[in-house]
């Protein structure tokens, strides 16, 4: 399971506000409560830890750890139960200045499952398990391989991961001068053999014991690519990792970049080809009807409050205050957000042409 690309930036969003809040002593109080664990548990611990508090030595580290305890339980028995993925909550007198309170509590569902139960006063807020989430494990196995070359790379969200590539010894379809044509032949078949075997060592090596790896993609210009996965050298366990086959016009750099494009059936649920889609639906809208987008902050601002967008394309790269102003907007007229990385060509397109998009509901004209 892997997390939306708004999803990452409201999570990013939400770290960073917390990084920003330091305690005096260890008075930040962090919670973090499991997916189908009994937030009513959660709740009576904290009354326990607040009697505990009182033994704290220090009078303002004591009221501010208490304060900070009956404010973070005001807020759970908000909650009927612990949301789907759990609950992340924190709480603290992050004043700025000694002596004076403000006492601040925030909540999040985080976008994949809590596994972990945690409390913990300290200087700062406990932020690993959040920072953990942005982390993408899963990842594709991509594979290239024809009678001279082989490419192996892991497709890691968006990104392409080239891992090596080698290079077969063996020889063109001319002969040399004086050789027969049997001999010639075996050359080749006992050369390709050796390709083969090389290739499906790399790949026991590469993926072979990788929890991570949710399936492995196969590529290759004609036959080959089949003469190499029923050749008997992969082993089993990497071999039922094969998910799908593809044929390819390219090797290389850009047999990789054809092979996810060409893999949108497998890949159907995984965020690039998302991404990719509706970027190339606004390409497409843009140059047969170009009313019915629209593109720079103005011009898209514009045409949300007018009720006119029905997906906003927000850039990674837009700063935080005008994404807040963007989702803020979309809220108020029921139009979807996507955020959209610049690790596609059309990511990259979209921030250099201002780093924000639309598609209408409508025409609109200029």
Not at 37 to 58: C, F, M, P, R
């Amino acid at each position: 399971m892997q997390i939306t690309e708004k999803q990452k930036y409201q999570l990013k969003k939400f770290i960073k506000e917390l990084e920003e809040h330091r305690g005096r002593h260890t008075e930040l109080v962090s919670v973090y409560i499991p997916e189908d664990y009994d937030i009513v548990k959660v709740i009576n611990h904290l009354e326990q830890e607040k009697g505990t508090a009182t033994n704290i030595k220090s009078a303002s580290t004591r009221k501010n750890v208490i304060d900070s305890l009956e404010k973070m339980t005001q807020h759970l028995r908000l909650y009927k139960r612990t949301p789907e993925n759990g609950l992340a909550v924190f709480s603290g007198n992050v004043a700025k200045r000694e002596g004076q309170q403000d006492f601040q509590v925030w909540s999040i569902e985080p976008p994949l499952p809590l596994k972990t139960r945690m409390y913990r006063c300290d200087k700062e807020f406990v932020l690993e398990l959040l920072r953990d989430m942005l982390e993408i494990k899963e990842v594709y196995g991509l594979v290239i391989v024809d009678r001279r070359d082989a490419n192996v790379a892991y497709l890691k969200g968006k990104t392409i991961v080239p891992l090596l590539k080698t290079h077969s010894e063996v020889p063109g379809k001319s002969r040399a001068g004086g050789q027969s044509a049997a001999r010639f032949e075996r050359l080749r078949e006992g050369a390709k053999k050796d390709h083969f075997k090389k290739v499906a060592e790399y790949l026991k090596e590469q993926f072979l014991g990788n929890k991570n790896l949710k399936g492995i993609i196969v590529g290759g210009p004609g036959p080959t690519k089949y003469d190499f996965i029923d050749s008997g050298y992969i082993t089993t366990e990497v071999k039922n990792k094969i998910i799908a086959v593809k044929d390819l016009s390219y090797t290389g750099e850009f047999g990789l970049k054809e092979l996810v494009e060409k893999s949108e059936d497998v890949l159907a649920k995984e965020e690039i080809i998302t991404e990719k889609k509706i970027m190339e639906k606004f390409f497409e809208l843009l140059s047969t009807k170009p009313g019915m987008v629209s593109y720079g902050i103005e011009e898209v601002m514009k045409n949300l409050k007018l009720g006119a967008v029905d997906a906003i394309l927000l850039s990674e790269k837009l700063d935080d205050k005008k994404m807040d102003e963007f989702e803020n907007e979309a809220k108020l007229v029921g139009t979807d957000i996507k955020i959209i990385s610049i690790e596609t060509t059309e990511g990259v397109q979209l921030r250099d042409m201002g780093k924000v998009a639309a598609i209408l509901r409508y025409e609109v004209h200029s």
